[in-house]
């Protein structure tokens, strides 16, 4: 339970708002959505079983991406990370920072119920949160079929960041099931816009099905 007033909030790990990661085994915990953090990102991730992913391979140069610094704190069990083609396990306690936003990276667990911690920043700025987040917190609601609340939820995300094309590739999905198919097809614009690998995720996605047929679809 969360004792919170104007200066300060205590809260457990397990009382923050979780939310699955669509095809994958991973859990994310919204550390910064849930505390309201503005200076940092900070949020966590768990899995069930040992080879789990817990941390998907990326970098911080995506479309969905905050260009952060970041560090991972391995807060239960043990994490196998891979840097760049670099392998390396991290023990409770151990910490992974990842200067270079390049830098491709992933983690395995190597024990069951291992969580990892991630918290990330921009040098010398005022922080954004990654538009991967505003995404994220929409999972539930996507995953349970609710696209209108999940398209309430992700396009708070547009706020800061407006021209994200994952995030709008994802407003489109959310948009076309939701049987509001003119939103989809800007959300859609906007995404090939930025990124010409928009046609790669749209190609074979169902979610989208419902638009190919249209005069405008824009790939």
Same mark, same amino acid.
């Given at each position: 339970?969360?004792?919170?007033?104007?200066?300060?909030?205590?809260?457990?790990?397990?009382?923050? /708002? =979780?939310? @699955?990661?669509?095809?994958?085994?991973? $859990?994310?915990?919204?550390?910064?959505? +849930?505390?309201?953090? =503005?200076? *940092?990102?900070?949020?966590?991730?768990?899995?069930? %079983?040992?080879?789990?992913?817990?941390?998907?391979?990326?970098?911080?140069?995506? !479309?969905?991406?905050?260009?952060? /610094?970041? &560090?991972?704190?391995?807060?239960?069990?043990?994490?196998? *990370?891979?840097?760049?083609?670099?392998? =390396?396990?991290?023990?409770?306690?151990?910490?992974?920072?990842?200067?270079?936003?390049?830098?491709?990276? #992933?983690?395995?667990? $190597?024990?069951?119920?291992?969580?990892?911690?991630?918290?990330? !920043?921009? @040098? $010398?700025?005022?922080?954004?949160?990654?538009?991967?987040?505003? #995404?994220?917190?929409? %999972?539930?609601?996507?995953?349970?079929?609710?696209?209108?609340?999940?398209?309430?939820?992700? +396009?708070?995300?547009?706020?800061?960041? @407006?021209?994200?094309?994952? &995030?709008?590739? %994802?407003?489109?999905?959310? #948009?076309?099931?939701?049987?509001? @198919?003119?939103?989809?097809?800007?959300?859609?614009?906007?995404?090939?816009?930025?990124?010409?690998?928009?046609? /790669?995720?749209?190609?074979?996605?169902?979610? &989208?099905?419902?638009?190919?047929?249209?005069?405008?679809?824009? &790939?």
């Amino acid at each position: 339970m969360a004792l919170a007033d104007e200066r300060f909030t205590v809260m457990r790990l397990e009382d923050v /708002e =979780r939310q @699955p990661a669509h095809g994958q085994p991973f $859990a994310v915990h919204l550390i910064r959505r +849930s505390l309201g953090v =503005r200076a *940092f990102g900070v949020n966590a991730y768990s899995v069930p %079983n040992a080879g789990d992913t817990v941390i998907e391979e990326h970098d911080e140069l995506g !479309g969905g991406a905050g260009k952060h /610094e970041e &560090l991972y704190l391995v807060l239960d069990g043990r994490a196998i *990370f891979r840097l760049d083609g670099d392998e =390396r396990e991290v023990e409770q306690g151990g910490m992974v920072f990842v200067r270079d936003p390049a830098t491709r990276r #992933s983690a395995t667990a $190597a024990e069951a119920g291992t969580t990892v911690l991630v918290v990330g !920043g921009l @040098p $010398a700025e005022r922080d954004v949160p990654g538009a991967w987040e505003w #995404s994220v917190a929409a %999972n539930g609601a996507y995953m349970s079929k609710d696209y209108d609340r999940a398209i309430e939820i992700a +396009s708070e995300g547009l706020q800061t960041s @407006p021209d994200s094309p994952a &995030l709008r590739y %994802n407003l489109a999905c959310y #948009s076309a099931l939701a049987g509001r @198919p003119d939103e989809a097809i800007e959300h859609l614009r906007i995404a090939v816009e930025g990124d010409a690998t928009v046609g /790669e995720w749209a190609s074979g996605d169902s979610d &989208l099905d419902s638009l190919r047929d249209r005069h405008d679809w824009p &790939l």
